[in-house]
């Protein structure tokens, strides 16, 4: 297809449709698949179907993986899971690449070249694991004989659902505050705005089978998100039913190529598209009578321009709708956002009112495009707030939240933490939250979250304080981080990095010890749930294969062997406490790492296998009669999820969902008070515009970039890869030979897109090298002509630029020469503060020059 030139400036693109001859021919492919699906693999292989699960990204699909003679050999969907039934994402395949990649950390090793830096070479030589724990025990021993043990952090990654042993309560019982995770800078701003409106800090769960009408708002379901399989599966059946699909993303993803519209927003022109999406909503008297309440008179005064007198209006489940009115939407016409965001204001009237029509079966599904901004906070509560006007909320067709298995808390450490452990553990946290500067406001708290990227710096620094000692596992912040430099220094100036993981990465590079990891879903036990299709499943698997490596489970078998040898060194607390966690069914107390594992998942999963507890803690959904039974099958189901339950009784300030936000006005102000100083001036602090009571509604703020825009004229945008498991896809041979699954990418290394007429302007051909330069860095990429992009605009997908990681991630692994090149090279550290999230959209512009 063609996208000249006219369409971008005229604003919105329809695109493609999946024609009816398309559709008929996959479901047939289905069908096959499904018939296929309980024969033998081949005629000659005997083997087993084993339930185990996928965290390859945050959908964590239940799985079953054909173990023969001990080997797993194939990987396919549960179909018992009700979320995603039989169906995959193509990325689940790669666990076999990684698991049996020769390129693996085999053993422990350590580092002998005491200096640390991206050209020095480490020279890991192999040790034993006895030797490994106790030159780690040595060092916590050493910050605790200091009355320091502070300086000691754990960093996660990804994780499965008893990570609380190792990440919240190992810190602990050494007696120290530091449980660094990854989350913000994975997804903390796009539960911003939900948990400002409606009092929920989590991913929103969507009615897709029944809804009518959906807004794909900075996601890219096809592609990235959570539930790809289920969603993979599905859209061309919602195609079929006539549901109207509508995308804003300013790359044309590979959503909007299924989508009926495409809206290519200006980069971070988001919170202008929402709020005159509002204003249209408003004025046309289309929001939901039902859950959002009417003018006494039933006579509509929405009209532009015009305040409102609030006692006009009676609110049901919502509050300040006119309040917010007054303060923002009156003037935020459809015709002045075309002028910001570039969509026309035609498209965004019509999408307003068919989305509105079709509400309450109607729902934006928002993705972290929209938000995980610079100033994205307001954009996340802009976006989220729609589906309040249009009553989906909590509504069949809408945007859910899901209901969590309950589970069971790990045992408390709190008496085996010492007077020092007590102490110390109270501490302010490295990563700085709860600063001016740093809000993090989850849960309305002051630092009640994770500031991930702010650590390099508070590192570097030494503020709050030095820290010495790190204990990482499933992350590879050097690599994952924007404005990656920053990461090597600090961890070059750390004392002491233990990190454990399956493979070598470049975080690795600066690790005095690598303890090499299990594989997830093959060599260790793990467990996880997800939402979606308005069920929950929790899957959970035994060890399916013998560990291929001499390797150990972080979650559990760690620190056990921790635990041991603190306890030889005369501090015994963490294997007292490790021992306290007896099976639930003999009472027998672990006495070795791999009964922890056990123990650790049948405490966690009581109420699921136990009648007792099941009934106890209340979970609704299929019922097993003994861990036996549970762990064989694999797979646990909720009950289908009730809707409206929410309505009026949301856990916000005032019950209601919030169009003007008390709970972020309390919030806001306590973290005010904390500094002695007003919100305006808290506001500025993060880099935001809005001044007084602007501050507590969905507002538009313009986009505050990095970089001037005549130094970099392009807006870049950072995407996901189809096939990327997160940061760990890249030393897999069929990531690099379907890379081209991106659209407009290509096999084996990276390109940046531009569209044809910058390039024709540039003197810049299809296929040229090109610098890709940005105020923090630059890389060296390949360009790549592309009519799917708004002139003014450059894409390049995330997931190449690999150096470490092994001989197919990069170009050669010896020389540490990458594949490719990483984004976070040239993104800079920057936030959306009030969450603490990192920005990765709508924030940087670079400048392309021929290399
Ligand atoms: N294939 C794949 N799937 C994954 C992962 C993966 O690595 N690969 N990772 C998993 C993880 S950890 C997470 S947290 C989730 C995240 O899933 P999402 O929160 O949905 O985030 P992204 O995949 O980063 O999608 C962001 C989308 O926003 C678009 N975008 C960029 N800039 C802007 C902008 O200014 N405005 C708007 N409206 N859109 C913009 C991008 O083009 C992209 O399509 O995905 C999970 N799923
Ligand atoms: N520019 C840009 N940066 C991004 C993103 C983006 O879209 N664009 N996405 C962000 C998001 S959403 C996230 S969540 C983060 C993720 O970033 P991180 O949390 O840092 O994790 P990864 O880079 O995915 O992987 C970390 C390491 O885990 C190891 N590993 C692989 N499998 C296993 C296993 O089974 N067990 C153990 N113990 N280790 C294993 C591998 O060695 C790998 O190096 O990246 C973020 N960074
Ligand atoms: S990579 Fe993500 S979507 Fe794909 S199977 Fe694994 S968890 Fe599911
Ligand atoms: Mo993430």
Redesign the pocket.
Known sequence: MEISRRAFIGGSVVAAILGAIGLKMRERRLDTIEEGRDKKVGPLVEGTWKPTGC?GC?SWCAKEAFIVDGRAIKIRANKVSKIHGGHDCPRAHLAIQ?VYDPDRIKQPMKRTNPKKGLNEDPGFVPISWDEAMDILADKIMELRKNDETYKFAVF???YTNINGLLYSNLPKIIGSPNNIS?SS???EAEKFGPYYTQGYWNYRDYDVENTKYIICWGVDPLC?NRQVSHYLNVFGQLLERGVKIVTIDPKYSNTAAKSHVWMPVKPGQDGALATAMAHVILTEGLWSKEFVGDFKDGQNRFVTGKTVDEELFEENHTFGLVKWWNLELKDRTPEWAEEVCGVDSETIKNVAIEFAKAGPYAMVFMG?GSNMQIRGGYNSMAVHALNGLVGSVDHEGGTLTGRSPRLQSLPKPDDFMDEMAQRNSKKQKIDQRGYKEFPALKDGKSGGGVVTNRVADAILAEDPYKLKVILA?????N????ETKRWHEAMAKVDFLAH?????????HFADLLLP?????FE?MSSAAQKANSYTHLWINERLIDPVYDVKN?ETEIPWLLGEKLAQKGFTNLLDYLKTYKDPETGKEPTNPLELELYTLKIRTQPIWDPAKYEETGNHGDKFNSWQEFIQKGIWNSAPYQFKKLWSNMPTETGKFEFYSATLKKALESHAEKHKTTVDDILKTCKYEAKGELAFVPHYEEPYMVGSKNDYPFDFI???SRLA????SANCSWFQEFKDSDPGDIKWGDCIKMNPDDAERLGLKDGDKVKVISPVGEVVTTLKLWEALRPGTVQKT?GQGHW??GHIAAEDFAKRIPRGS???DI?AAEYERLSGS?A?YGSFRVRIEKA
């Open positions: 965290l945050t990684q996660r990654g990804r990854h800078i994975c997804a990235s972290g596992y499933f992350c590879n912040f690599y994952s981080c924007p454990c993981v399956t493979h070598y990465s470049e975080m690795s990891s299990t594989h997830h879903s260790q972080p950072d995407a996901k498991r997160e940061g760990r995330f470490a990681m990483n984004n976070n993104m990192t990765f």
